[in-house]
């Protein structure tokens, strides 16, 4: 008996120094993911998969060749130039974005040539300890337009006749700082918006476009609602524009005379200020949109708001109030910064201390007057038919 206590003790310690063995190798950044791509099932070989992820040690296994008959053919493209099957990049701290380029030909070879669709698909939940964002983005490198958000997604349709080239794109966010946000609101009117994960309302839940994983608070004033607390009785009127038309909030007037019910993230709003006031947002207390984050538009007016973290411009830079630690970026054209929507909309309209001003992708850029888009501001979109509006369009901020 004694011999069996002292057996079952030296084991526990063993398995309480497995445990702290294994504990402590993990990696908290370690991860991979399987993608398969899927083409036109014509009773040849139609799906090849390849592996991505970050790991303590660097791991390659070479692509094998392709059989001759095939309808769909995938590839990682390092910087060495072999091709891969699997590509595990060294995990490094200093390192914010992984890259993979991949070459996808939804084609293969088999059959004639023409158009067909390859299916990507994966299973997010594959990933261990994953941070950050992972996306598809046309082109290598990561430079061309962002495709699709691989964490809100499982699948993407890629068309093609022949072999093209894609690049995965993992942003780690290595300690996801705090951020804030300095809404300089003019006495007056103003137009504008809050980058938010947030709605607040009172009543029912309004049938409005919000973003993924929006967070509610429901009051029973829209005075009352957090978001307007730094300005209360600093403010006469607010107003908004939706599907159900133009909506009005007076905090003097009783509540079942007002028409506007809530303030969600990513929509636009004319807040008439009786004085000028700051309005400081932090994400110790609301969760901010990210840019890849998405709101649907509907065809005709929309008035919605900007969530991209930086001021994006055409030179000259706009003498309009900016938070002063949000990053300006120059751009070429309005396009570098709608171009989730280019060729969709009609014309952008803005309102800030300098007026009006107007954008219209038909007409020659002297005569445009707006050249910008910050956070704190709004805009009005008129859309030709409905679109979803993001602004991950890869201009260089995070």
């Not at 994960?197 to 973003?211: A, E, N, Q, R, W």
């Not at 970026?329 to 060729?343: A, K, R, W, Y």
């Amino acid at each position: 008996m004694k011999g069996e206590k002292k057996m079952k003790k030296n084991s526990l310690i063993l398995i309480v120094i497995s445990l702290l063995i294994s504990f402590y190798s993990i990696n908290i950044y370690a991860w991979e993911l399987k993608i398969t791509a899927t083409g036109v099932d014509l009773d040849v070989s139609n799906i090849f998969s390849i592996i991505i992820g970050v790991d303590e040690t660097a791991n390659n296994i070479p692509s094998p060749p392709f059989p001759p008959h095939c309808t769909v053919k995938i590839e990682i493209i390092p910087a060495s130039g072999e091709r891969l099957y699997k590509n595990i990049q060294l995990d490094e701290s200093n390192v914010a974005d992984y890259i993979w380029n991949i070459a996808l030909d939804p084609h293969g070879q088999y059959g004639q040539p023409g158009l067909r669709t390859a299916i990507l698909d994966w299973s997010i939940s594959d990933l261990n300890n994953f941070e950050g964002s992972l996306s598809i983005i046309d082109g290598k490198d990561g430079t061309g337009d962002f495709l699709v958000d691989m964490k809100a997604n499982t699948s993407y349709n890629i068309p093609g006749d022949k072999e093209a080239f894609y690049s995965i794109v993992w942003n780690r966010i290595p300690d996801n700082p705090p951020r804030e946000l300095t809404l300089n609101l003019q006495k007056n009117w103003n137009l504008s918006s809050f980058p938010l994960k947030y709605l607040c309302y009172t009543g029912s839940k309004p049938d409005v476009p919000i973003f993924e994983g929006t967070t509610d608070e429901v009051v029973t004033s829209l005075k009352d609602c957090s978001i307007l607390e730094q300005i209360k009785g600093k403010y006469s009127v607010i107003r908004n524009f939706d599907a159900n038309g133009a909506g009005t909030y007076d905090p003097n007037m009783p509540d079942f005379m007002n028409t506007l019910t809530y303030i969600a993230g990513g929509h636009g709003y004319w807040i008439k200020m009786n004085q000028e006031a700051n309005l400081t947002i932090s994400s110790d207390n609301f969760v901010f949109a990210e840019k890849s984050d998405e709101l649907s538009l509907r065809k005709g007016w929309n008035l919605v708001g900007y969530w991209h973290p930086a001021m994006q411009y055409l030179n000259p830079l706009p003498d309009v109030p900016v938070d002063s630690d949000v990053e300006k970026i120059e751009v070429l054209s309005l396009n570098d910064i709608f171009c989730s929507i280019n060729g969709k909309y009609e014309v952008i309209r803005n309102f800030d201390l300098n007026g009006a001003g107007t954008y219209d992708p038909s007409l020659p850029s002297f005569m445009n007057t707006l050249n910008y888009a910050a956070p704190q501001y709004a805009y009005w979109i008129k859309m030709k038919d409905a679109y979803n509006l993001h602004y991950n369009c890869n201009n260089s901020s995070k």
